[in-house]
């Protein structure tokens, strides 16, 4: 019964395989344009025997698809013919055997002819989004921008589309894997580039489609190697020469910004530069249309200088290129916050009231490289990364904790120092200064082959990277207890050196099954070792300070090394991997359904040394099955997915060292031997519709995840001196309910007018462990729901004038029995609209303004209500080249940033600093220049 798993699908693979037969055998392929990409439609295609006679002849459909039967095994000519495009001819081979039921002739690139294409101007109703097959389309030219937008203004207004802070993207609740530029990679890794640096202007659509890997180029079929991807295509004119922007600006409040870009294409090369200096916190554009919420607003203040570049080149048969990517930024972050806690015991609450102040410079400097082949039957990549950074911080942190709720905000600090507050209900005061520097290596190689054996697939990959980092501490202590003698008073120093590197490597054999619809067995072998080598020395000595809480200290003569907190450590993490994959798809009632299924079979085997000695060994199960159906039609893409998986890890191991960590006396750390494996399962189903017709959308999906085993830290609470002890437990019983349905469509006035909305549903159930008496835990589970509504009204007057409402809702409400305290509900929302208008004399208006508010927070100074005004007036001169902007930014001055976060210990409310307001001037000019024509 130990193998059962593995008999059961070899034998119904064996079933599946030998009860399909073989079908006719199809050649199909894609005609593109030469220059920028795009596929094209009713291209004549014939395949011709060697002495030029005709076999048979098709044409392509709207995607730039063709496909007809294979004659059988031979050598033949395909002869790809269209009006404004030049002849062109290629060599097709047909070798693969009969249980290969599709060819690949690849992607045919036609060169335009021209001696044939005139000016032509097409005058349409501009529709934003449509779908070509299993490909969205945006319409760049149908969104109306605010002038001098980047391509990040773009990307968050397409329906559907959630654009993260941080450059990441999501499609229907899709993660996209890579933001590509003509089909191509672009600053692959840091979209962030892309979005903020290349003008709006030069864009001329935006798919989002599942784009086939390598393994699929190679076997001529679908290899299941698909990754959603974000296609930006530039216009004709931007497609082929040189395109430069700059706009440079100041204003009141000392703000500045300068930002460049510069970009040369070619259909075999391309360079991009870009360079970024301000001081203004946020790329945001007035009158933007986004999911506005009360904590979206830039915390802080951030100086940043950033500059980079990338080269890309690819030879004219497109089967070898390269690509080099350095860039640097050096930013100073000022962060400022002042909050206020709830902590939750066992049988009470503790509050607490802090102040934090951090001043950090950190500075980046990485360099990646790319080398790659594409030859008929293997293909191969190259790449490296070297990455340095340093960084050094500055940090100031003080704060209180209560045995009754404080009824004041962090002022009360103020008052303890001065000995103007009453001690009766404080456990203790802490104030900490800190300060320290560091540096980081890395360097990463790595390999990927792929190789087609008869209609099978042979692919090798692996890595090796190395890391070194090196940080220095000093820092003043001083803790205050009221109600013991736990008072500490001291100075220390503390050093991190670690040396890590790690290798992984994966070994695959894929086989293709008999059928059209692309059934595959899959077999991978992969290893993984991690390896850390660290010291960590730790020096503390007392002092005497002038005062209880405050004054300057008297230096000691040196610092002594703390034996107990010091340490050195090695530790190795190998992982080895068997997993069988193995799909099977068929059609029912016009949909293609499809069935996955994978079973993993994985050992760790983890190693500590030096201090203390640890050795686990286990072996891991994680299976996962799929089921997804998916049906395409002229003006419909609709998919529907529902799978299971069971997944396991162990414990880290520095949470299983029998260690305590008393650096910081008020919150001691303890390691727990005892800890037991983590399981987690997760079933999910998901279900997408979108149409052309109306360009309307509905999105859905549940998930429930219940998780076994989780390290949760538990908390010992010292009630008279009301220090902590942090030490991790298994725990059992944690689960997550989520749901979300995101819908939208044009509702009126010729599809201008059109109506979305996105609800959220989470229901979190966790368990906090706490204990008061220095022993017996108490298990505390903690009911957390929290619901989310977006909903946004969108009119697009005319081509140049938009008006945008919207309206959005959190609430987060928390309830847990055992606790004495009544269950509370928080939460914020926004109002607002933003207009883009075209005013007479060449200027533009862009603005937005909404309305933001809190509720139910423990500091009701918290519940401040905010009217937040943006606006941008844009004069465009010289035909367009050159636009004068005047930006205003915070022009009420309303704007203050408050937060909450809620978790299973608790709830912090923070209040952090902002930029002021301010108004800018600033000039953009661009340029751009196209090859002459031959």
């Not at 202007?201 to 079929?221: I, S």
């Not at 980046?364 to 190259?382: D, F, N, V």
């Not at 059109?754 to 549903?761: D, F, G, I, P, T």
Request: hydrophobic share 35%; net charge positive.
């Amino acid at each position: 019964m130990k193998h059962w798993r593995y008999i059961l699908l070899t034998s119904l693979t064996m079933l599946l395989w030998g009860g399909r037969g073989f079908a006719q055998q199809r050649i199909y392929g894609s005609v593109a344009d030469h220059v920028d990409g795009e596929y094209l439609p009713s291209v004549s295609v014939s395949l011709l025997q060697r002495d030029s006679v005709k076999i048979q002849s098709t044409v392509t459909n709207e995607r730039g698809r063709y496909s007809f039967d294979s004659p059988g095994k031979g050598s033949y000519i395909l002869q790809f013919t269209s009006l404004g495009y030049k002849g062109a001819c290629k060599d097709l081979v047909v070798s693969v055997p009969k249980r290969i039921t599709e060819v690949d002739a690849g992607l045919m690139r036609l060169k335009r002819d021209a001696t044939l294409l005139g000016e032509v101007k097409v005058t349409a109703t501009k529709i934003k989004m449509f779908q070509r097959g299993d490909t969205v389309v945006y319409n760049a030219d149908a969104f109306s921008l605010a002038e001098g937008s980047m391509l990040q203004a773009l990307v968050s207004q397409l329906p559907g589309v959630t654009l993260n802070d941080d450059g990441r993207i999501y499609v229907n609740g899709r993660f996209v894997s890579s933001l590509l530029l003509n089909g191509r990679d672009f600053f692959k890794g840091n979209p962030l580039v892309a979005l903020e640096n290349l003008p709006a202007y030069t864009v001329k659509t935006v798919k989002v489609y599942d784009k086939a890997g390598e393994a699929t180029r190679l076997l001529g079929r679908d290899a299941g190697d698909k990754a959603l991807v974000m296609d930006v295509n530039l216009k004709r004119e931007y497609n082929e020469g040189y395109i430069a922007n700059a706009d440079m600006g100041c204003g009141s409040s000392d703000r500045y910004k300068a930002q460049l870009f510069g970009l040369r294409f070619t259909h075999l090369s391309r360079l991009a530069l870009f360079g970024n200096l301000n001081n203004v916190n946020s790329n945001k554009q007035p009158g933007r249309q986004g999911d506005w919420k009360g904590d979206d607003t830039p915390t802080g203040r951030q100086k940043t200088v950033a500059v980079g570049g990338e080269y890309s080149y690819e030879n004219r048969s497109h089967n070898v290129g390269f690509s080099l990517t350095p860039t640097f930024s050096r930013l100073k972050t000022d962060n400022q916050a002042w909050t206020s806690g709830q902590t939750y015991l066992d049988n009470a609450l503790l509050f607490t009231r802090g102040q934090t102040a951090n001043l950090e410079r950190p500075a980046a400097l990485s360099t990646k490289g790319k080398l790659w082949t594409r030859k008929k039957k293997w293909s191969g990549e190259l790449y490296a990364e070297a990455q340095y950074e340093k960084k050094s911080v500055e940090s100031l942190a003080r704060s209180a904790s209560f045995m009754n709720h404080p009824h004041a905000s962090t002022e009360i600090l103020d008052s303890i120092v001065a000995g103007t507050a009453s001690l009766a209900g404080v456990y203790n005061y802490l104030n900490n200064s800190l300060t320290g520097n560091g540096e980081n290596y890395k360097l990463t190689l790595g390999q990927t082959m792929r190789m087609k054996v008869g209609g099978d697939l042979l692919s090798a990959d692996a890595e090796y990277s190395y890391t070194k980092e090196c940080h220095n501490t000093r820092s003043l202590y001083q803790l205050a207890t009221y109600h013991s003698d736990a008072s500490r008073n001291q100075r220390t120093f503390g050093a991190t050196n670690n040396h890590m590197y790690q290798l992984k490597a994966n070994l695959r054999y894929q086989m293709f099954l008999s059928g059209k619809f692309n059934d595959f067995l899959l077999f991978r072998y992969g290893f993984s070792e991690d390896a850390l080598r660290s010291s960590n020395p730790f020096s503390a000595s007392p002092y005497h300070p002038s005062g209880a809480t405050q004054g300057g200290p008297t230096p000691p003569d040196s610092l002594r090394l703390d034996q107990a907190n010091s340490y050195s450590l090695s530790e190795h993490h190998y992982k080895h991997t068997l997993e069988a994959r193995f799909r099977y798809s068929w059609k029912v009632a016009g949909q293609l359904l499809a069935l996955s299924v994978a079973v993993p079979v994985v050992w760790h085997h983890d190693l500590r040394g030096a201090r203390y000695h640890l050795a686990h060994n286990k072996v891991f199960v994680d299976p996962e099955v799929v089921l997804s159906a998916d049906k395409f039609a002229p003006g419909l893409m609709q998919t529907a997915i529902v799978g299971f998986n069971l997944s396991h890890a162990m414990p880290q191991l520095p949470d299983m060292v029998p260690f305590e960590d008393t650096r910081l006396p008020h919150r001691v750390v303890r390691g727990n031997a005892q800890l037991g494996n983590i399981q987690k399962v997760k079933a999910f189903a998901s279900f997408s519709k979108r149409m052309s017709k109306h360009q309307s959308h509905f999105v859905s999906s549940i998930e429930f995840c219940n998780t076994q085993g989780a390290p949760t830290n538990a908390l010992f609470f010292n009630t008279a001196s009301g220090i902590q002890t942090l030490q991790p437990h298994s725990t059992y019983g944690n689960w997550k309910a989520s749901l979300m349905i995101d819908a939208g469509r044009a509702i009126a006035l010729n599809d201008r007018l059109q109506l979305s909305n996105k609800v959220e549903a989470a229901w979190l159930h966790t368990i906090a462990l706490s204990s008061t008496d220095g022993h017996q835990l108490n298990r505390n589970p903690i009911n957390n729901l929290n619901l989310k509504e977006v909903v946004q009204l969108t009119c697009d007057i005319s081509s140049a004038t938009k008006v945008g409402l919207y309206a959005s809702a959190t609430i987060d409400r928390v309830a847990s029995e055992p606790h004495e305290f009544d269950p509370y509900t928080v939460g914020c929302y926004a109002v607002g609209c933003n207009v883009v208008a075209r005013l007479p004399l060449h200027m533009q208006l862009a603005t937005d303004i909404r309305m933001l508010g809190n509720y139910g927070y423990s500091d009701t100074q918290m519940h401040k209500k905010e009217l937040v005004w943006n606006a941008r007036l844009t004069k465009s001169l010289m035909k367009g080249r050159l636009q004068l902007m005047l930006d205003g930014y915070d022009l009420l001055r309303q704007i203050s940033n408050r937060h909450y976060i809620i978790n299973a210990q608790g709830r912090l409310e923070q209040y952090t600093n902002a930029i002021p307001r301010y108004v800018m001037m600033h000039a953009a000019f661009k340029i751009n220049k196209n090859p002459k024509k031959k």
